[in-house]
């Protein structure tokens, strides 16, 4: 979850490091953040997450273990 749209900026950021060891990456952005409109609550990020998941299944991401990642900037 990008809330503060860093993995998309750079281009050698988390995500693109990730991929060169081989790793799935799927990036999406919190609502209110990076390019999704809306306004943030701590409930639509618990349901973006959930659907997050169901989302990654549905473009055939390998099932495993998801591990998640984030950061939160002043």
Do not use: I, K, W, Y
Not at 49 to 71: D, M, N, T, V, Y
Request: aromatic fraction near 2%; charged fraction near 25%; proline fraction near 8%.
């Amino acid at each position: 979850m990008d809330g503060q749209d860093l993995t998309l900026r750079t281009p050698n950021g988390l995500a693109g490091h990730l991929q060169q060891e081989g790793c799935g990456v799927f990036l999406m952005d919190c609502r209110g953040h990076g390019r999704d409109l809306g306004s943030p609550t701590d409930e639509g990020r618990l349901n973006e997450a959930s659907r997050s998941l169901g989302a990654r299944e549905e473009q055939g991401f390998p099932p495993g273990r998801p591990c998640s990642s984030g950061a939160s900037l002043p």
